[in-house]
């Protein structure tokens, strides 16, 4: 598959536990972070966005938390399903509105029955 | 509303050979993005177009690749000649203009490989 090669971090979790996937970014710059999930042979699919004048933000079961002190991203999934069993990206715009993002390597997240 | 389409979804060709890769953003979307995603690799930017203009190529990795976007609708990517490093996933997102930041909606992406 696409991940071949790529060491991704993994984490493994049971059908209605709560999941954490982190993320470190490395430019003070940036002000706009995205969390997207990628399923196999699948493009990356839109979750959750905040802007670096928030440190928290709540959507459907997800939470962002951003850290900026230590430069660190969190997603949190409230009650983790099957389907939730993907890849998940943090990605950063560094300071350029509308501009390129800048993509982490990546969580595989498995979710067992 | 549909997403972002990118055709053929799987390509095959050999080393020396031209290919070209086509997006269609959403609708009413004027950015434009190109990324790939090589074997091993973290998926990495290519190219932002504003309507029909570039607004950054700073991630194009050399003149063997030709991205356009005429009219400022659908945009193609050409590699010409292809190499076998160039074999991976590439993608394309779009995003509306203003308010700031919005979020970069992608397709699923065109699997290209080189023999």
């Known amino acids: 598959g696409e991940n071949v090669g790529l060491h991704l971090p993994t984490l493994s979790v049971q059908e209605g536990d709560n999941s954490i996937i982190n993320c470190a970014y490395s430019n003070s710059a940036s002000d706009y972070f995205i969390w997207y999930k990628q399923e196999s042979g699948k493009g990356p699919q839109f979750i959750i966005d905040?802007?670096?004048?928030?440190d928290k933000r709540q959507g459907q079961r997800v939470t962002v938390l951003l850290n900026k002190t230590v430069k660190h991203l969190s997603l949190q999934i409230a009650a983790t399903q099957p389907g939730d069993s993907a890849v998940y990206f943090c990605?950063?715009?560094?300071?350029?509105?509308?501009?390129?993002?800048?993509f982490g390597q990546g969580t595989i997240l498995t979710v067992h029955p | 509303e549909a997403g972002v389409t990118q055709f053929p979804s799987h390509s095959v060709i050999e080393k020396g050979q031209t290919v070209t890769l086509r997006c269609d953003p959403i609708?009413?979307?004027?950015?434009l993005y190109w990324y790939r995603r090589v074997m091993g690799k973290e998926i990495k930017f290519l190219l932002h177009f504003v309507k029909e203009s570039k607004q950054d190529e700073s991630g194009m990795p050399n003149n063997r690749f030709l991205a356009e976007r005429t009219g400022g609708t659908y945009s193609t990517l050409k590699v010409q000649p292809a190499e076998l490093e160039d074999s991976g996933v590439y993608f394309c997102?779009?995003?509306?203009?203003?308010?700031?930041?919005?979020?970069?909606?992608f397709g699923d992406g065109t699997r290209l490989s080189i023999l």
């Open positions: 609708s009413g979307h004027d950015n």
């Open positions: 997102a779009s995003s509306q203009v203003g308010g700031g930041n919005q979020p970069q909606h």
């Open positions: 990605a950063e715009n560094s300071g350029t509105s509308y501009g390129k993002l800048t």
């Open positions: 905040i802007r670096s004048n928030m």
